[in-house]
C-alpha cells in the first residue's frame, strides 16, 4: 500500500512494523513528530509497546540500555544537542553491544543556536562505535529502520537511522508501506543471546582490568583492550553483514541494491560528486543539466557512513579524474570528515582522483539546484589539483 506522509511518520511506521517493545525519547525538534506518533500508536493499541516519557535525552537512551539489557527491542530517536546530550550512553550502548536502533533527524548544533539541518550531530558521534546509514528519501527511511533492527540485532551493535531535518522529516512524500507478513518474514522475533533475569542475577560490564585475567569460574576473560579490539573487528565484518541484509530485504520487497553507495551516471563519467542524506538526490537533477552541457559527471550518494565502506568508494572512484565530496559537516580545524575518510580509501588506489571538499548547507543554508550546479562546473573545469575555497554559498 503507497501512502503520502512525512519522513517522521515514515520512521514511526518502520518502528511499528518491526516490533519494537520499549521506546524512549525525550522531545526535541525536528525529531518530535516521530515520537509523538509513536506515543500515538501505543497509546490507541496499534502497538504493543511500552512508550516511557523522560526528563532528558541521556535519560532515554538509558532506558533503551536496560530495555536492551533486559531482552527487549528498544528503540529511541533525537536531534542535534539532544544527541550530543547522550553522548555518554552512546559509548556505553556500543561497548555492551546492544542492538538498540536510534533516529537522528540531523540538525545542527548549538552555539549560536539553531534548529535548521546540517550534519554536524551525526557526524560528531561518529566515533561512538555505533553503525550510521544515512537516508536520502522517504521510503528509504522506513526501509532502512526495518533493516537496521535486523543488523543491529545480527552484530550485537547499536545503529543510528540519519535523515535531515525539515528537508526529509516535515515533508511529504509517497512511499510504499510494507506489509506486516512480509516484515515479520525478514525480521524474526529478537531472541538475546543473553539478557538480565531475576532468577539468574549476573554483573554486566563491571569495572574491566586492562589485562586479561581469568574470571569468577576461572576462564580467561579479555581485557578492556581485547574488548575494543573485538568492536573494530566486528564493525568492519558489519560490512558485510549490512550488504547481506540488503540482499535480503530486497528479495522479499524488491526495493535496494545499494547498500553503502548509490550512484547515478557515474559509468562513463571522469568526475562524481559524492554527498549523503537529500543532497545526493538533489545532486542527480544538477547532473543531467550538466550532461546536457557536454560535462562528464556523475553523482554518488554514501548511505553507509560508519564502519566506512571504504572498498566500495574506491572501487567507485578509482580512475576517475576527480572526486567533488559535497557535505553538510565539518571536522573543524581541518575539512570534511567524509572527505577525509575518501581520501583515506583512496590512498592506496594506483589510479588516485583529485579530491576537491565543499562544505555547504550549515545551519540550514539554503541549497539551490543553481549553486550545487555552479559548484560542479567550475570544479571539473578547474584543475583540481589547485587549492579553491572550503566553503560554498558563503557571504560576509
Same mark, same amino acid.
Request: proline share 6%; net charge negative; glycine share 8%.
Given at each position: 500500500?503507497?501512502?503520502?506522509?512525512?519522513?517522521?511518520?515514515?520512521?514511526?511506521?518502520?518502528?511499528?512494523?518491526?516490533?519494537?517493545?520499549?521506546? &524512549?525519547?525525550?522531545?526535541?525538534?525536528?525529531?518530535?513528530?516521530?515520537?509523538?506518533?509513536?506515543?500515538?500508536?501505543? %497509546?490507541?493499541?496499534?502497538?504493543?509497546?511500552?512508550?516511557?516519557?523522560?526528563?532528558?535525552?541521556?535519560?532515554?537512551?538509558?532506558?533503551?540500555?536496560? &530495555?536492551?539489557?533486559?531482552?527487549?527491542?528498544?528503540?529511541?530517536?533525537?536531534? $542535534?544537542?539532544?544527541?550530543?546530550?547522550?553522548?555518554?550512553?552512546?559509548?556505553? $550502548?556500543?561497548?555492551?553491544?546492544?542492538?538498540?536502533?536510534?533516529?537522528? *533527524?540531523?540538525?545542527?548544533?548549538?552555539?549560536?543556536?539553531?534548529?535548521?539541518?546540517?550534519?554536524?550531530?551525526?557526524?560528531?558521534?561518529?566515533?561512538?562505535?555505533?553503525?550510521?546509514?544515512?537516508?536520502?528519501?522517504?521510503?528509504?527511511?522506513?526501509?532502512?529502520?526495518?533493516?537496521?533492527?535486523?543488523?543491529?540485532?545480527?552484530?550485537?551493535? !547499536?545503529?543510528?537511522?540519519? #535523515?535531515?531535518?525539515?528537508? +526529509?522529516?516535515?515533508?511529504?512524500?509517497?512511499?510504499?508501506? /510494507? @506489509?506486516?507478513?512480509?516484515?515479520?518474514?525478514?525480521?524474526?522475533?529478537?531472541? /538475546? %543471546?543473553?539478557?538480565?533475569?531475576?532468577?539468574?542475577?549476573?554483573?554486566?560490564?563491571?569495572?574491566?582490568?586492562?589485562?586479561?585475567?581469568?574470571?569468577?569460574?576461572?576462564?580467561?576473560?579479555?581485557?578492556?583492550?581485547?574488548?575494543?579490539?573485538?568492536?573494530?573487528?566486528?564493525?568492519?565484518?558489519?560490512?558485510?553483514? *549490512?550488504?547481506?541484509?540488503?540482499?535480503?530485504?530486497? @528479495?522479499?520487497?524488491?526495493?535496494?541494491?545499494? !547498500?553503502?553507495?548509490?550512484? #547515478?551516471?557515474?559509468?562513463?563519467?571522469? #568526475?562524481?560528486?559524492?554527498?549523503?542524506?537529500?543532497?545526493?538526490?538533489? =545532486?542527480?537533477?544538477?547532473?543531467?543539466?550538466?550532461?546536457?552541457?557536454? *560535462? $562528464?559527471?556523475?553523482? &554518488?550518494? +554514501?548511505?553507509?557512513?560508519? !564502519?566506512? !565502506?571504504?572498498?566500495?568508494?574506491? @572501487?567507485?572512484?578509482?580512475?576517475?579524474?576527480?572526486?567533488?565530496?559535497?557535505?553538510?559537516?565539518?571536522?573543524?580545524?581541518?575539512?570534511?570528515?567524509?572527505?577525509?575518510?575518501?581520501?583515506?580509501?583512496?590512498?592506496?588506489?594506483?589510479?588516485? /582522483?583529485? *579530491?576537491?571538499?565543499?562544505?555547504?548547507? +550549515?545551519?540550514?543554508?539554503?541549497?539551490?539546484?543553481?549553486?550545487?550546479? %555552479?559548484? =560542479?562546473?567550475?570544479?571539473?573545469?578547474?584543475?583540481?589539483?589547485?587549492?579553491?575555497? +572550503?566553503?560554498?554559498?558563503?557571504?560576509?
Amino acid at each position: 500500500m503507497h501512502i503520502i506522509e512525512a519522513g517522521n511518520v515514515a520512521a514511526a511506521m518502520g518502528v511499528k512494523l518491526a516490533g519494537a517493545r520499549v521506546i &524512549a525519547a525525550y522531545p526535541i525538534t525536528p525529531q518530535t513528530p516521530l515520537t509523538e506518533k509513536l506515543s500515538e500508536l501505543v %497509546d490507541t493499541g496499534e502497538m504493543d509497546a511500552q512508550y516511557i516519557p523522560v526528563e532528558s535525552e541521556h535519560s532515554a537512551m538509558a532506558v533503551c540500555i536496560a &530495555a536492551s539489557s533486559a531482552g527487549a527491542r528498544a528503540f529511541t530517536a533525537t536531534s $542535534a544537542n539532544g544527541l550530543l546530550y547522550m553522548n555518554e550512553q552512546l559509548h556505553w $550502548a556500543a561497548g555492551a553491544r546492544l542492538p538498540i536502533v536510534m533516529c537522528v *533527524v540531523n540538525r545542527g548544533i548549538g552555539a549560536p543556536w539553531t534548529v535548521w539541518n546540517d550534519h554536524q550531530d551525526a557526524v560528531s558521534q561518529r566515533d561512538t562505535g555505533w553503525i550510521q546509514i544515512f537516508c536520502c528519501d522517504h521510503q528509504q527511511i522506513i526501509d532502512t529502520v526495518i533493516q537496521a533492527f535486523r543488523i543491529a540485532e545480527t552484530v550485537r551493535i !547499536p545503529v543510528m537511522v540519519c #535523515y535531515d531535518g525539515y528537508i +526529509l522529516s516535515h515533508t511529504y512524500m509517497p512511499f510504499k508501506l /510494507p @506489509e506486516q507478513s512480509e516484515v515479520d518474514r525478514f525480521l524474526p522475533a529478537f531472541e /538475546p %543471546d543473553w539478557s538480565l533475569d531475576p532468577g539468574r542475577p549476573e554483573n554486566l560490564n563491571t569495572v574491566t582490568l586492562p589485562d586479561i585475567r581469568p574470571d569468577v569460574r576461572g576462564n580467561t576473560a579479555p581485557g578492556y583492550m581485547e574488548i575494543r579490539h573485538d568492536l573494530q573487528a566486528d564493525l568492519r565484518r558489519a560490512i558485510d553483514k *549490512v550488504s547481506e541484509t540488503d540482499a535480503l530485504f530486497s @528479495e522479499i520487497f524488491g526495493r535496494g541494491g545499494n !547498500p553503502f553507495i548509490e550512484p #547515478y551516471r557515474c559509468e562513463d563519467a571522469d #568526475y562524481i560528486a559524492v554527498a549523503m542524506g537529500s543532497v545526493s538526490y538533489q =545532486l542527480r537533477d544538477v547532473i543531467d543539466m550538466l550532461r546536457k552541457e557536454g *560535462v $562528464a559527471v556523475g553523482s &554518488a550518494g +554514501l548511505r553507509l557512513h560508519r !564502519p566506512f !565502506p571504504d572498498r566500495a568508494v574506491a @572501487e567507485l572512484l578509482s580512475g576517475k579524474k576527480s572526486a567533488i565530496v559535497v557535505e553538510k559537516a565539518l571536522s573543524y580545524g581541518y575539512e570534511g570528515a567524509l572527505c577525509t575518510d575518501i581520501k583515506a580509501a583512496l590512498y592506496n588506489c594506483e589510479k588516485r /582522483p583529485a *579530491v576537491k571538499n565543499i562544505i555547504v548547507g +550549515l545551519g540550514g543554508r539554503e541549497i539551490t539546484t543553481k549553486n550545487l550546479h %555552479d559548484i =560542479l562546473k567550475t570544479s571539473c573545469e578547474q584543475n583540481m589539483q589547485q587549492e579553491s575555497p +572550503l566553503f560554498s554559498g558563503l557571504k560576509i
